[in-house]
């Protein structure tokens, strides 16, 4: 079974905190993708990568960074984290024109 | 753009009530799509997914989507719902990039 695995289930940080979220995949997985999952707005997808030390913007990539320096992990940065970005993170991987794996989320509230 | 929509986001049934739920998609060029399940409290699960072919698709637990293109269209049915089918459904859509875009959602209750 495909393993797409985020560091942490729930995390609170404070305003203004640097936070680092971390996505590890098992399947060398070519794409690797980060979204947030707010109610009544979907999935939106933030950044995507297609390979090591590529990184593309998704829909809504303002108030984050990602880092892809080896092919498995795909981390997501949010540079000075603020009450809006409270939020679901998930993490995806897939094949190039393949099927979807998804973490389990992590829930970050900012306060 | 690329994009997907959902028409309905919330719709509530009875038991034993077929159910069909929208979904179109803008994309130029090739696209697959999805329908994604999320229990409450769940990850997100696949239910079906159409690349080519046969444009109706069966999925698990009783779920089909038919891809209508001159529609872009690719609705959920199923023809019988039960409780247990209380959850949110995902469409989603992914082009020749494999970006995959998701709709607003549907947040679907079945009332026993």
């Known amino acids: 079974d495909v393993k797409v695995t985020q560091s942490s289930r729930y995390l609170v940080k404070r305003t203004g905190e640097k936070v680092f979220l971390e996505c590890v995949q098992d399947m060398d997985h070519e794409n690797m993708f980060w979204y947030r999952q707010d109610p009544g707005l979907g999935l939106r997808l933030i950044y995507f990568s297609y390979d090591v030390k590529m990184k593309e913007k998704g829909d809504i990539p303002e108030g984050y960074s990602v880092s892809r320096e080896k092919k498995e992990r795909f981390s997501l940065i949010l540079e000075s984290a603020s009450t809006n970005q409270t939020s679901m993170y998930l993490c995806?991987?897939?094949?190039?024109?393949?099927?979807?794996?998804f973490g389990s989320g992590t829930r970050l509230t900012v306060v | 753009a690329q994009s997907v929509s959902q028409h309905n986001h919330h719709v509530i049934l009875s038991e034993a009530a077929s159910l069909e739920l929208g979904c179109n998609y803008s994309y130029g060029g090739t696209v697959n799509l999805f329908w994604y399940v999320q229990y409450p409290g769940q990850h997100l699960q696949l239910l079906l997914k159409?690349?080519?072919?046969?444009?109706l698709v069966k999925g698990i637990k009783g779920f089909e989507a038919e891809f209508i293109k001159s529609k872009f269209s690719f609705n959920l049915r199923k023809p019988s719902v039960q409780w247990s089918d209380t959850a949110e459904y995902f469409c989603a859509g992914s082009g020749n990039t494999g970006k995959l875009i998701f709709g607003q959602g549907t947040t679907l209750q079945v009332k026993p």
């Open positions: 159409y690349f080519s072919g046969d444009p």
């Open positions: 995806a991987s897939s094949l190039r024109g393949g099927g979807y794996t």
